[in-house]
Structures are given as C-alpha cells and as structure tokens.
C-alpha cells in the first residue's frame, strides 16, 4: 500500500480510513501490479460544535460552527440542523446558527444530521441593569416595628439580579434603615415613601407610619406659677417608640401634701405652699413632675400686735401678715398696704411706724384693696412734758401770818397736752422762808395740789420740778 490512506491485509482486502489518494501494490515474484486508490469520506459519526462552553449576557449574539466526521475522523460533508435544548425559552437561534440570548440560564445549541448530533453548552446571565424593582407595594408599619425592604434588578429581557440599592427616606424622619440589613424601622408617624436608586435607576415604595404601642408618658404643667387656692387641670402626653403623641388617660397622685389631684382626671387643688411630685401612670409607664406650690391671691390680713398700749410720743412697729384661702403666709412687706388710724390717736410716720399722740383707744388700719387689717390701740399718756405743764395759785395775795395759805395747784401734761397721772412733782420756793406743803401724785387728769405760807412778807416764785426739770410755767404769791 503506497500512501497512508487506509490498510490491506494479505487477502488483497482494503479498508480505507485517511481521505485522500493512494496506490494499491501487489507483487509476484519478479512481477508486480499497481491500482490506483481514492478514499472519500464515510457517512458522519460525530459532530463537533464551536464554541464548546460558553458565557454570555442577554442581549448578546454568537454564531456557533460546526464540524461532522466520520468514523475515522475525516472531515465529512453533510446538511446540519440547529436547535436549542430546551427550545426558544432562552434565546433565539437562527437557521445558520447564530444565537441571540435573551433569558438567563444554562443550556445547549445541538448541530444535527440524520441521526448523529453534537452540542455545545452555554450560560446566559443578565444584561445590563434597566429597572430597579421594589417586591412590597406598600409599606404599612407602626411606630417600633421593622420590615425588610427587598428589591431586585431587571434588564431588558426581564431577568433578574442582585442590587445594592442606595436608600432614601422621604421625609427622612419617617424612620431609618439598617446598610447592613437593609432593615426599615419605623419612627415617625405619617406617610412617604422609601426610594431605592442604583445610579439614576430607581423604585418607589409608599410607607405609612402609624402610631404604636405607648412607650413613655410626661406631664403638662401650667403655664406660669402654681398658686394655692387654685385648681389646675393637669394633662399627661403618651409617646409611642418614634415619639409620637398618641392618646393616653393615666391614673394620678401627688406627694408632700401639696395639695390633692382627682386620681381618673388629673384635677389638681393647689393648697400647700412647697414642692411636691405629681405622678402619672398607666400600667407600668409612669411619669413624674417636679411641682411647686406658690402662695395664692391675698386673702387675709392681720396686724401684729394686736392689742396693744402706746405710750402718747412713742413709737410701735406693727407687722403685717398676709394669707391666702388656703392659710399659706404670703411675704408682705410693711409698704405692700396702705396704713391709717382710727381716732385720732395717733400718726403714721412709715409704714407700719405707729407714734401715739392723744391718749385714748382707737386703731391702727392696714389696707390692701379691699381687705383690711385692724390693730386695736390704746394711747396712754407719756413723759411730761415742762413746756407743756402749769402751774398757779388760788391767792396770789396773802398775809404773811404763817396761818394763811393758797393752793398751788399743778397741771402735769405730756408733749402731746394728755394729763400724766401719777407724777410726783415737787414744789421749789423762791424764797426759803416759805412753807411748802408738797402734792401727792397727779390723779387721772394730771392735776396734784400743794400749799403755800409764809411769815415773810414779800414775794416768792414758786416753781414745779419734776425729775430735776423745773416747769417753764411759774407761781406768783405776794405775802403781806
């Protein structure tokens, strides 16, 4: 056999294998024959398909070739069919092989003729990124709870991918999500929408917030200053997790004795100047507040002291105490009232300065609008005064036997002219040849009498001393 187109065994048998030309040699001792040999290729066995494996995205189009051999691996000719494994579900695949993916997955394009096949594999995965798609259509929450925001790409042939969308919150106080978890908390209540983009790709999510379960209460005070005598209504404020207001009616208590509160209605008495803590509660939430009790509107006043004697030319410092409806001591201070005296007694010289003047009983007044304060007074006489005392005789001329008398009669008065009983005054001759008798004290009108004789003819100045202080006034008797 001459050239490597197939083989012969020693009964002359040829079985060609290599396509192509060759020469068949038999030889006989000195003779020898040659035929002419062509092989061709036998009917196909195998189909070999190119690419073998390959990954494409959708949307894109490769054309696939292929190869049919024979037995012996010859190069055979023959019409081929192509089709898809798993028909025109992901992709197209057209009469001369040209494939258009479209739907990720894996799968095979088959070359056929007759009976003999061959394949090559290939995997689709998505395209490019055309549409973000959020899986809720609405987001309904209440305050506290927490919901997973799910989305997932598309292209253009609707095959799905992963994403890591950027999140944004509108209004961003509406609550919060967790990078990580992509975990959506709920905090405020209200509606908006959650807004998931990769690049300017984006998916729109209505939420709505609604209030949750309360979580935490605190208490309304009054505006401005608590005052006893007063009642105030107090509110309590529930809060759920996000802070938001929801209705609650709380059960109350005050301490200190400030005061009492209705326990269902939170209706506070205010009575007792000081601080105290008012309580609201509501199952196991409770709220506290600091509370202080103010002195109320004037109610009351008093003056102190009350009674009281004044001497005519001294002074008395009377305080004013001021209360409200509920007893508490207000801080008033002396010129916080008008002051006034009731029969003529006496002057105010400040406030709350008393000085008696004209003996008697009368009153210290106090007034603020239309309350009033009254001390009850009375004015004794003071120190005498030796401007004020008199002093005169009842014979001015007398004889100067030693038996004839006159009565010296002595009127003791204080600065303010009220007669000082009780004084001891002492009467002085100019003369000492005089005989004076002296006065007892001066009874309740300040009057006291004493005698004067003498056996001296003459006149004398008889004078009244009272505490070594000589009256300004003086006595004239002529003794003859």
Sequence with gaps: MNGDIGKIDANGVFQGTIVGQGY????????????????????????????????????DTTRFTATVYDAFGNVTPGQLTWTLSDGPILGELSSDAEFYAQKAGQGHVIAATGTVSGRASFRIIPGALTEVVAQAEEIVLRSGQQSEIKTFGLDNFGNRMPIEPIFQIMPSNLGKIESKTNLFSAIRAGSGSIKASVGELLAEIPVRVEPGDLTSMAIQLPEGKIMAGKTYQLEAIGYDFGMNIIPVEPQWAVSQNIGTIDTNTGLFNAQTVGSGTLVAYNDEITATANIEVMPGDLFNLFIDPNPVTVKSDEIESFQISGYDVEENRLGLSQSAVEWDTIGGIGLIEQPGIFRGTR???????????????????????????????????????????????????LEVRDKYHNPVPGIKVTLVSSRQADEIIQPAETNEKGISRGRASSRQTGKSIIRGVIGGISFTDTAHVEFR
């Design 359 to 409: 003996m008697g009983k009368g009153k210290v007044v106090a007034r603020s609008g239309n309350l009033l304060a009254e001390a009850y007074v009375t004015v004794v006489p003071g120190e005498p005064e030796a401007g004020n005392c008199r002093i005169r005789v009842l014979h001015p001329v007398l004889p100067a036997d030693g038996d004839s008398f006159s009565d010296v009669i």
């Design 24 to 59: 068949a040699i038999v030889r006989m001792d000195s003779a020898t024959g040659v035929a002419e040999v062509t092989v061709e290729p036998g009917p196909a066995e195998r189909i070999a398909v190119f690419p073998e494996q390959i990954e494409m995205r959708a949307g």
